[in-house]
């Protein structure tokens, strides 16, 4: 039974540790997805620290290839000082996954508060060229987000770039792509995105940390069954006799 038990655990150990490589490859997927995400919206929040889920999520994901390795080579050479790395490791990237989910809980009530605040001077500042940053930004989430303005597309009465071009229209970013010819003329609101872009922008945050949120819990969790079937497999390695003579006699277990 002792045996059956041992057998068992290492099995499933091993299993999880190549789980722990596929993890790896996915929470860094994950981790660069927001950063390519956020570098799409980064004019719409001046603060950096939204970024610290992210980061800490791709840290995470590079320590898991070294733990699955950590993890594999130890369970199959029977290495109580492996075993012991693993599961020391394994507990430190545990804290740093539920240090990931409170941060992105935090950051993701404060994402509605950046955007609001910053937003409009985003939107002050656009001048309907390529060749700047936050007129890309804007025309960017526009199209993408299919919002026209802060609130709506009336917003855009009251900006630099509309007051001194004087041509009564807003950004063709704005139009529906169901219109052809569409020039942004105010003369015609119906060719226009009727929603506007705050509501959607804070959404769309939102939406990449609950992304974060829920890898880390997922992966907090795998991570707890590894760090339990390490520790019966060292228990048992210490106590039970029958498991002791296997590995004494050199036979596979």
């Not at 012991?84 to 507990?91: D, G, K, N």
């Not at 792509?177 to 119906?190: A, F, R, V, Y």
Request: net charge negative; charged share 15%; hydrophobic share 45%.
């Amino acid at each position: 039974m002792g045996q059956c038990g041992i057998i068992s655990s290492k099995t499933v150990l091993v299993f999880l540790n190549l789980i722990f490589w596929a993890a790896a490859g996915i929470l860094c997927y994950i981790g660069a997805y927001v950063f390519i995400t956020y570098d799409d919206y980064d004019h719409f929040f001046e603060d950096i620290y939204t970024f610290i889920p992210a980061m800490v999520i791709i840290a995470v994901g590079t320590l898991l290839f070294v733990i699955g390795f950590i993890g594999c080579c130890a369970t199959i050479r029977e290495s109580r000082c492996g075993l012991f790395t693993f599961s020391a490791v394994l507990l430190l990237v545990f804290a740093t996954e539920v240090v990931v989910v409170v941060l992105g809980y935090i950051y993701r009530a404060k994402v509605e508060a950046v955007v609001n605040h910053s937003i409009q001077k985003v939107y002050n500042e656009y001048k309907g060229t390529n060749t700047d940053a936050p007129s890309r930004a804007i025309d960017y989430v526009q199209r993408q987000l299919h919002c026209c303005g802060i609130h709506n597309y009336s917003d855009w009465m009251n900006t630099h770039w509309f007051i001194e071009s004087k041509n009564n229209s807003v950004p063709v970013s704005c139009c529906k792509p169901t219109i052809s010819n569409c020039t942004g003329t105010l003369m015609q609101p119906g060719d226009l995105y009727p929603e506007g872009c705050e509501v959607l922008v804070v959404k769309k945050l939102k939406e990449i940390m609950l992304y974060v949120i829920l890898a880390a819990l997922t992966f907090a969790g795998i991570q707890m069954l590894g760090l339990l079937c390490a520790c019966v497999v060292l228990c048992r390695r210490g106590h039970d006799p029958a498991y002791e003579l296997l590995v004494s006699t050199g036979i596979e277990a």
